[in-house]
């Protein structure tokens, strides 16, 4: 896609499109027999949903495998039912790709400088 400025210059605004793996792990602090469910968005798209009841020394590691054009990304943890539980979202990490991580909710996905 090109966008035609005055003075006929193009500027090419199409950006491709990369794939990166983004793992991190979640710490759950429920209250007693709470059985807390989620869901795991990238900015407004659902990309998890947790229903499955795990025992309270479940260790929960989440992966995310984005395809998205460069840019920064919010990753958010909604409840799915009530329930008292807290959702933290901890060490966050790039395992493939051209990204970096901006804190914990938040991916970068990088231009490539050779585009």
Same mark, same amino acid.
């Given at each position: 896609?090109?966008?035609?400025?005055?003075?006929?210059?193009? %500027? #090419?605004?199409?950006?491709?499109?990369?794939? /990166? @793996? +983004?793992?991190?792990?979640?710490?759950?602090?429920?209250?007693?027999?709470?059985?807390?469910?989620?869901?795991?968005?990238?900015?407004?798209?659902?990309?998890?949903?947790?229903?499955?009841?795990?025992?309270?020394?479940?260790?929960?590691?989440?992966?995310?495998? %984005? #395809?998205?054009?460069?840019?920064?990304?919010? /990753? @958010? +943890?909604?409840?799915?039912?009530?329930?008292?539980?807290?959702?933290?979202?901890?060490?966050?990490?790039?395992?493939?790709?051209?990204?970096?991580?901006?804190?914990?909710?938040?991916?970068?996905?990088?231009?490539?400088?050779?585009?």
């Amino acid at each position: 896609m090109y966008l035609t400025i005055p003075n006929t210059i193009n %500027i #090419n605004i199409h950006m491709e499109e990369k794939f /990166v @793996r +983004i793992v991190f792990d979640l710490n759950v602090e429920r209250i007693k027999n709470d059985n807390p469910s989620y869901r795991i968005y990238v900015n407004d798209e659902l990309f998890n949903e947790r229903t499955w009841r795990w025992n309270a020394t479940t260790y929960l590691e989440e992966m995310l495998q %984005i #395809n998205a054009v460069p840019g920064k990304y919010t /990753v @958010r +943890i909604e409840k799915y039912h009530p329930t008292k539980a807290r959702f933290i979202i901890n060490n966050m990490r790039v395992e493939l790709g051209d990204a970096c991580i901006v804190d914990n909710n938040t991916i970068e996905i990088l231009a490539n400088e050779n585009t």
